[in-house]
């Protein structure tokens, strides 16, 4: 079965510094992992998505996150962001036609 | 084109009531998939739909029921409503029930059971 852990439930910083989103997934069969962002009264928003290919993978609005296979992780970065970016950030795993999401992560930014 | 348009946005109901709701997926997609989101359990699965035909199921009680129509258009009902019911329902739309598409969500159905 696949399962997926965000370590942070809350993540503050400042605008304009960078920022990691952890997340482990576990997963039996093949690996395909998605980070979802969430604004408040929102639906989900698909930020980026490996399937295969490079271990790096660039999403939307200068999200970025790295497949690290030895590591089971595929964590979310960002090297600047912005107050706009204030919202949840889900992390789910692609398992028996469903998705398997994290617990999310609240990224806080302050100016 | 559009996106997944999900109706209505917001609900009230009273405790033993039902309810149904919409989800009109993009157009050419033929899978929607259904998802509960509460503060105390994050996002669940509820079930997955291709060509009018229920695929995958998540572990929720038989209240929670759903159905897919020929123009993939889909609708979830809920009976005999509880208050642990109160949740944001997602829909999700893909080309294809296969595990390397990308699902597009719709903007949710928030539930309220008072």
């Known amino acids: 079965a696949q399962s997926v852990t965000q370590l942070d439930s809350q993540v503050p910083v400042f605008e304009e510094a960078p920022v990691e989103l952890r997340c482990n997934y576990s997963s039996s069969v093949s690996v395909y992992l998605f980070w979802y962002v969430q604004y408040p009264n929102q639906g989900l928003q698909l930020l980026l998505k490996?399937?295969?290919?490079?271990?790096l993978v660039k999403g939307i609005n200068g999200f970025e996150a790295e497949f690290n296979k030895s590591q089971t992780s595929f964590h979310l970065r960002k090297p600047s962001v912005h107050i706009s970016d204030t919202a949840e950030y889900f992390c789910a795993v692609k398992g028996g036609n469903k998705l398997v999401f994290g617990a999310g992560t609240i990224l806080r930014v302050k100016s | 084109k559009a996106g997944v348009t999900q109706t209505p946005r917001y609900l009230i109901k009273t405790r033993g009531q039902q309810v149904t709701l919409s989800c009109s997926p993009i157009s050419g997609h033929r899978s929607v998939s259904w998802y509960q989101q509460t503060p105390g359990q994050g996002l669940q699965f509820l079930f997955e739909?291709?060509?009018?035909?229920?695929?995958n199921k998540g572990n929720f009680p038989g209240r929670f029921s759903g159905r897919q129509f020929s123009n993939s258009r889909s609708e979830m009902n809920v009976s005999t409503l509880e208050l642990g019911d109160s949740a944001l329902y997602l829909c999700a739309s893909s080309l294809a029930v296969s595990l390397n598409t990308e699902a597009f969500f719709g903007q949710g159905t928030r539930l309220t059971v008072v």
């Open positions: 739909y291709f060509s009018e035909t229920q695929r």
């Open positions: 490996y399937l295969s290919g490079s271990t």
